[in-house]
């Protein structure tokens, strides 16, 4: 939902109709029933699916992931910064 809010009270607001969907049928024991409420939630998952969904730019596929890669562990920090010791 957030790719399709940009305004936090709109995507709270949302929110929090699907929680109370959620909510009430917590208390579900029929197996059949739980199937087609299932069916039902993924179906909703797909429609609100975003085509360009937004990324934390540090995450796998966000603009700075792996920009500055560690170094590797051979390689050690100087921090003497040219001093003869």
Known sequence: MLSWAIRRDLFAQEAEVLRKEFEKNK???????????????QAKLQEYQHPDPYIVPYYPGGSLYARNPPFPEEMHQQLDFGRET
């Open 27 to 41: 208390d579900m024991t029929d197996v059949g029933q739980i199937g087609r409420l299932i069916q039902k939630g």
